[in-house]
């Protein structure tokens, strides 16, 4: 059952939602907090309790059946069973069961529903969370900065999060606090938590390297995320650059990211869903590779449902382009070599938009699962490659 907690709403960037409430029973008395859950998961109908006295093989037992447990055991052993379950949960989802797929989108459709059934069974192991984001177990870390970090700040309502989502959300506090050295900016870039980080050099590199326009005073960065790509065009020049997104997580870290480079004075951040108004020389636009359906925040920047953003993109440049300009598309074939979308289907768009290819360049991932032999997807990222296409107005 859910309904709001209190009254009481959770600042995440600048939106406000409200907690839904979870119920359980424990030691003969009906308990209630609110739920967190960053994939949309909605509360558990019911709920274990679990220790350090529970093995991993008995759990993985319980978390199989479908039964979601709470941890009120030491936070240190929870960290170390929630590894061995996942080496259970490698073993029993990366195996491959079953006729081999026969065409490269169904063995993509396969490891999506695969990869989605495994987070399900570790995703039922909840540990508690303070009104204050403390974790009220023995040994617990401090995870309150991380915490607000993700959330906002604490509402003073008590919760439970699956421990998965809350050790994901330590790590990438740790990584916005280290930052990922990114030669292109000369700098850093600090990733917020659900937002994608540019672990990916290859598109970098692209956009660092692609001419851009003589005369080029205004560009647009559709999508900015972390605003890695404004970054890139302010380093090398161009004068004014607006960057748009309207997930309020990356328009926060993209603002952060800017600020931190000195690069405020070139870089305006706009909440926009796409174009922002007016027309510029050069609108780069890096969307999501993959017509699917993201799961979790961070897969939006992967995902892209039907393509939208991808068509949206295309259908709205020319009107956005000055006279002589040029959008740049970031994108993977990955998905033509997934069976997913054609070349073909691409380059109609392209034309049905009323726009021309005016040049085209290409690299090669050097992502570590271009070379797993293991991984089911191997082939075609194996094949992959990344490209900047040179649009202009037909």
């Not at 079953?98 to 063995?107: V, Y």
């Not at 070599?337 to 021309?356: D, M, N, P, V």
């Amino acid at each position: 059952m859910t309904k709001e907690v209190g009254g009481s709403a959770l600042q995440c960037g600048m939106e406000s939602i409200q907690l839904p409430e979870i119920h359980w029973l424990e030691g003969g008395h009906e308990h209630r907090a609110g739920w967190r859950s960053e994939a949309g998961v909605a509360p558990h109908g019911e709920i274990g309790i679990v220790d350090d006295r529970s093995s991993a093989d008995d759990t993985y037992r319980q978390l199989e059946s479908g039964t979601a447990l709470l941890w009120r055991g030491d936070w240190v052993n929870a960290r170390h069973l929630m590894q061995a379950l996942t080496k259970r949960a490698d073993r029993r989802f990366g195996a491959q069961r079953g006729k081999a797929p026969k065409t490269p989108a169904e063995a993509f459709a396969r490891h999506r529903e695969t990869q989605g059934k495994r987070a399900a069974l570790l995703n039922r192991l909840l540990v508690p969370l303070a009104g204050d984001y403390s974790v009220p177990l023995r040994r617990a870390q401090d995870v309150g900065e991380a915490c607000r970090a993700a959330y906002g700040e604490a509402s003073g309502e008590p919760s439970l999060v699956a421990l998965r989502e809350l050790l994901a959300v330590i790590s990438a506090h740790e990584w916005r606090k280290k930052g990922i050295p990114v030669p292109a900016v000369q700098g850093r870039i600090y990733p917020h938590y659900g937002v994608f980080s540019p672990v990916r050099g290859e598109y970098v590199d692209l956009v660092a390297t692609a001419p851009i326009p003589a005369g080029c005073a205004l560009a647009f960065d559709i999508g900015t995320g972390s605003g890695i790509i404004a970054g890139v065009l302010a380093r090398r020049g161009v004068p004014q650059i607006v960057a748009t997104d309207q997930d309020a997580r990356a328009l926060a870290c993209a603002t952060e990211n800017i600020e931190r480079l000195g690069l405020s004075a070139q870089v305006r951040i706009v909440k926009a869903d796409l174009f922002p108004d007016g027309k510029a020389s050069l609108v780069v636009c890096n969307p999501p590779w993959l017509p699917a359906r993201p799961t979790s925040p961070v897969e939006y920047a992967v995902y892209d449902p039907e393509s939208r953003m991808l068509r949206g993109f295309l259908h709205g440049l020319a009107a956005h382009l000055a006279d002589n300009g040029e959008g740049w598309l970031i994108i993977s074939d990955i998905a033509e070599l997934l069976g997913l979308r054609s070349r073909e289907q691409l380059l109609a768009w392209i034309a049905e938009a009323g726009l021309k290819v005016i040049d085209r360049f290409d690299t090669r991932p050097k992502h570590p699962k271009a070379n797993d032999a293991g991984d089911p997807l191997h082939a075609a990222r194996s094949a992959e490659v990344t490209s900047l296409w040179r649009l202009g107005k037909t």
